[in-house]
Structures are given as C-alpha cells and as structure tokens.
C-alpha cells in the first residue's frame, strides 16, 4: 500500500526545495520553446530581444518585424493563455482533491468540467442575439459566466451527493461524474441541431479544448477569473490539510469547514468554468500534476497548491506544443494530446499505486 | 474552570439519543464514560465539542456558553480525539501531528510547533514513526500519532485558562501496554490542570485510571461517582447484563472487576 516512494521520503524536505526550484526553470524552458517553434521559427536570443525592445531594453540578437508580429500577436497570448489555464486547472485540482479528500477527484472526470461547457454552449447557441446586444466588453464575460454557473452548480450537486454517502465516496463521486458527462453530451447533442455551421465548429472545440482561441482578448476574459483563485488558494492551504483528517477533525483544529467548503467549492468553479470558457475541456492536467507532486514532495497544500500550478502550466504548454506542430500545418485539439498522455496514467493510477484500494 | 455540560438531550425525530445528561468535567480531572454500544456516549461527547447542537441542554466552557468561543479559540483549549480518523494522504506522522497545531499557526508554522510535535510524538510513543508515511503505518500506530496530534494541540494552554481532551474510544488497536502508556499520558496531562473525558469500554482500566466513572444507559445517566462507587455487580448486571465479580485491586486502590461464571457460560454456550 506504498503512497509514494518510500524511499524518498527522508528526503521530503530537500525533494520539496529541489523540485521547487526546478519547476519555474522548466516552466521558462517550455515558454522559451513554445514562443520559438512553429511555422516561423525564432531563436530564444530572439525571443528574448522581441520582449526586451518591448520594454525598451536592448539585448544583442537581431530579428525581423516579421517574427515580432507572430511572437506579439500570435505565440504571446497563446503562451499566457496555456500558463493561466494548466496553472489554473492543476491548481483547482489539488484543492478539489484536498476538498474531496480524494487523490482521484478531477475536475474532468466528475463532470465538473462538462458542466462548465454546457453553460458556455448553452450561451453561444441559444444567447448568440442577447449577448450580440450587450455592450462588448460585457459581451467577452457572458460566455465565461455562463460557464462558471454550470461548473458550480456541478461542483455542489457532486460534493452533495459524495458526501452523504460517507465522507466523499469515489465510487458515488464518479458515477455522478458519468452521469453528468452523459447528460452534458445528450444536452450537447440536442444544440448540435439547432446550431449553426460557425456554432457546431465551436462545440467540437469546446468539447476537445484548444489554445487555438488564444487571442490577448481572451486572456483579458479570463485572466481575472483564474488569477483570483490562484491567489487565493494559499490561503486555505492549512485548511485543506486538516480537511484531509475529515470535516469534524477539521473543525476540531478550528477550522470553519462551511467557509472553507464554499469558498472552495466557488474558487475551483471559477477557475475551471473559465478555463473551459476560452480552451474547452481539457482534460487529465488537474489529476496528473497534482499526482506527480504529490510523489515528489509529499501531500502538503502549502506546496503542493502552488507547485501544481506552475506544473499544470509546464505540461499544458508542452501538450499545446505537441497539438500544434505534431500535424502542422493542422492543429490537434489539445484535449486528445492530454487524453492521450493522461489517461493511460489514471489506469495505470487505478491499477498500481494504491493497489486497488481507491475503490 | 470546567467544561459541564447541563441538561444534555438529543433528540432525532421522537428518538432521545440523550435523555437529560449532566456532566461536568474539572481542571486536572479524568472522566471515564462507559456503557453499552448505542447509550449515547459518542452523541454525548460529540454535543461536549460542539459537532452539534443538543436538543435541549446547554454547554458552558469555563462558565461561558462554549459557542460563544471561536472556532480557532476553541481549538486551542480543547482537543478531540475521533473514534475513527480518516486520511488517505501520504503525509508523515510528523505533517499529521503538526496538524494539531494549526489553530496556534498563523500563515506558517513556527519552530516551537515542530518542537511541540516532536515532543508530542515522543509523548504517544510514536517518535520512531516520525518520518513514516501515515498510510503505511497499522491501525494502533496511527491511533498514537493521533493522539500525538491531540496533544500538540493544547501542549502549551496555559492551566489557568483551563484546557480539556476529549477522547473517543482512545485505545481502539492498541496493544496492551500501550493502551495503559495512553491512559497514563491521560493522567499526566490531567496532573498539569487539563480536565480529560475519555470513553472507555475496559471497566477495569476506567476503575484504574479515572478519578470518577459516569455510566450512560439507554441515553440516560445510570451511575456516576469514583470507581468504588459505581463499579458495583448489581449496576454491571442492569446496565450491561452480565454476572460479574467485582475484587478490591490487588495492588491499586481501584476495585477489580472479574467476569462472573454465567458469564463464561454465555460466552461458551453450554
């Protein structure tokens, strides 16, 4: 029933600072090779002098107008993007998994994410008239709105149902999580034939995710919504480790577990009903990173919360650099690169780590 | 300074889980609760933390309604051990000791709370698990950083501002000596002014161990006094249904209770 690897432990303390200080340097390197790689290739020295000039500092390596544009316009936003929404989504999944008291819950798989996308499509197909009506800077916020009322709503009814039946059970966690996928899909399906050419296009991006929408308007739309409970989170980083002792232990070290709980509950909806809103669901990045910490420096959420975030965005840059230059010139959803990686790592999850007992 | 709770009832639907239950526990005091399963005796305890409301009754922490105390205040003068402790997470036994501190953390821990957790550890017996994975660790192991944990908690309440420990079942898959090592870190905490509630199901270790005995019986007050008073055949028949014999302690001033013949012949059917 080894958690982890024992033999690391002793180590936990040095594994936390090493890893620590690892992360923001890989996290550069990914930047660095997702701004340069693509149809129009620039060296980091020019990547680096592209940004310096922007800031009126002159670094040594010479570039053409051409390769500003496409790293300003086109790689920049897409690249921020990435980092806000694998910060974003690893991060709500450690809280989630901390709130759930569950290695297992994902923000995916408990239909979380499904939900979010429902609300957005909801708004794109059956809202198109009122939201073209609405004053444009409110009209950029109504889909990520809309996306996060369906995310909290699922999050509720999820944690609801997981924690009358005992303390959030796995089992009744995820067959919610099958259901409501189920019924988003049905729902999805019904507006898939009331929409229009341009609608469908949308919905088939919104059910397998892309940066491909990574425009700086859509970092503006959802940079507030994710960035906020990024920065909140540490402060419920102590909670969420007396939480994994139970809701009373919890409230016998004196926590207020109901605060905790919704605040939680409406942070992670937030940062992942506005994740989906602009890159669609993408899946297995909130389960993965917090995991592969977890192995590394132990469960504790005053690292893990923020080690999480800056590993979720390392590997949804990384999954975005495959999507985009594995097919290129055509682009792959990203949510088939993470599917792809993350799910023969849950199976693997379910069949070895805990040998059987997470069920 | 006590914790008394007075006129104790709870009630779901027209069931009384708890019919009128006084109780008070003192400065430097361990309470033993025993009786059979289902007399209330966790509801009991859950109302003293303040898990729930009673029905009617009401608790007073050192005179004053203990809901009037902050979660976070209320924390640092009293600490819970659960019946069951659920955790599914790798942390150390060390991390899950340091737990108990959080009450007195603010933004990070501070090297006293390492220093009281390790002292805590070392108090439970458990300094040898200190680095070792809470979910590899058997069942009594991890009921000994538990209780480590509770102790951190209110290591440092000052006696004058009175401070209690409330334990649900404390020697659940503990072995023997250890159940007494548990029992006696009880009374040692009790020596420095904490006031102890513990539920016991051993009749013999509440008579060794605690300074008076309450006995619940279908949610009501059966008994309540020094173990000399309380530990009387006639009672242990009523309340339990079970013959037996009760010694003066061959080597304690505690009375000794032995199972009666009818008993044996129960448990061997003939």
Same mark, same amino acid.
């Given at each position: 029933m080894a958690g982890s690897l024992p033999f690391i432990l002793p180590m936990r303390g040095i594994a936390r600072s090493i890893t620590l200080t690892v992360l923001p340097a890989l996290l550069l390197l990914v930047v660095l090779l997702s701004a340069g790689i693509g149809a129009m290739g620039i060296q980091p020295g020019q990547v680096l002098a592209i940004l310096g000039d922007q800031v009126g500092l002159h670094l040594p390596w010479s570039y053409d107008d051409g390769q500003a544009g496409v790293l300003l316009a086109i790689r920049l936003p897409r690249i921020c993007l990435g980092i806000l929404i694998g910060g974003g989504l690893a991060a709500s999944g450690a809280a989630m998994q901390g709130l759930f008291r569950?290695?297992?819950?994902d923000p995916g798989l408990i239909g979380v994410s499904s939900g979010g996308a429902l609300g957005a499509i909801s708004v794109l197909v059956l809202g198109g008239t009122f939201s073209a009506s609405l004053p444009s800077l409110l009209g950029i916020y109504l889909v990520p709105a809309a996306a996060f009322i369906g995310s909290l709503i699922v999050t509720v009814m999820v944690y609801r149902l997981a924690s009358a039946?005992?303390?959030?059970s796995v089992a009744t966690m995820l067959l919610t999580g099958i259901a409501i996928n189920a019924m988003a899909g049905a729902i999805t399906g019904v507006l898939t034939f009331v929409a229009t050419d341009a609608q469908l296009r949308s919905i088939t991006f919104w059910s397998l995710g892309?940066?491909?929408?990574?425009t700086w308007e859509a970092v503006a739309a959802s940079a507030p919504f994710i960035l906020l409970p990024l920065l909140l989170f540490p402060r419920y980083a102590a909670a969420l480790n007396a939480l994994t002792l139970g809701e009373e232990t919890a409230g016998h070290v004196g926590i207020d577990v109901d605060r905790t709980k919704r605040a939680l509950v409406v942070l992670t909806s937030l940062a992942v009903g506005s994740s989906v809103a602009v890159a669609g669901v993408i899946g297995f990045i909130p389960l993965v990173a917090p995991h592969l910490l977890r192995m590394l420096?132990?469960?504790?959420?005053?690292?893990l919360l923020g080690g999480s975030a800056l590993l979720g965005a390392i590997l949804l840059l990384g999954a975005d650099l495959i999507a985009r230059t594995l097919v290129a010139p055509a682009e792959l959803p990203i949510g088939i690169v993470t599917a792809g990686i993350g799910a023969p790592f849950f199976l693997w999850l379910l069949m070895h780590e805990r040998g059987g007992q997470v069920l | 300074m006590t914790l008394h709770g007075e006129s104790i009832t709870v009630a779901i639907g027209s069931k009384?889980?708890?019919?009128?239950v006084s109780i008070t526990i003192g400065a430097g005091e361990v309470v033993a609760v025993i009786g059979p399963n289902g007399a209330g005796k966790s509801t009991l305890l859950k109302v003293l933390c303040g898990d729930f409301p009673p029905t009617q009754g009401y608790v007073r922490m050192n005179s004053h /309604? =203990? %809901?009037?105390?902050p979660l976070a205040e209320r924390a640092r003068r009293r600490a819970v051990l659960p019946q069951h402790s659920l955790l599914s997470f790798a942390f150390t036994a060390l991390e899950v000791t340091l737990m108990g501190r959080t009450p007195h953390a603010h933004g990070g821990f501070r090297p006293t709370d390492y220093e009281i957790a390790g002292a805590a550890l070392a108090e439970a017996d458990a300094s040898h698990l200190e680095s070792r994975t809470y979910t590899t660790l058997s069942g009594g192991e991890r009921q000994r950083v538990h209780l480590a944990r509770v102790l951190a908690q209110i290591w440092?309440?000052?006696?004058s501002e009175g401070s209690y420990l409330l334990l649900d079942? /404390? =020697? %659940?898959?503990?072995?023997l000596s250890h159940q007494h090592h548990s029992l006696a870190v009880a009374r040692r905490f009790a020596a420095r002014g904490t006031g102890v509630l513990t539920i016991l199901h051993d009749l013999n270790l509440a008579a060794q161990y605690a300074d008076r005995i309450v006995v619940l019986w279908q949610g009501r007050t059966a008994a309540c006094g020094p173990p000399t008073d309380v530990l009387r055949p006639d009672l242990i028949q009523d309340v339990f249904g079970l013959s037996t014999t009760v010694l003066p302690h061959p080597e304690l001033d505690c009375p000794l209770v032995v199972a009666g013949i009818s008993a044996v012949a129960m448990r061997t059917g003939s």
């Open positions: 569950n290695p297992l819950a039946r005992g303390q959030g892309s940066l491909g929408g990574g420096i132990g469960p504790d959420h005053r690292f | 009384k889980i708890l019919d009128d /309604p =203990l %809901t009037s105390f440092d309440a000052p006696a079942e /404390p =020697l %659940t898959g503990l072995d």
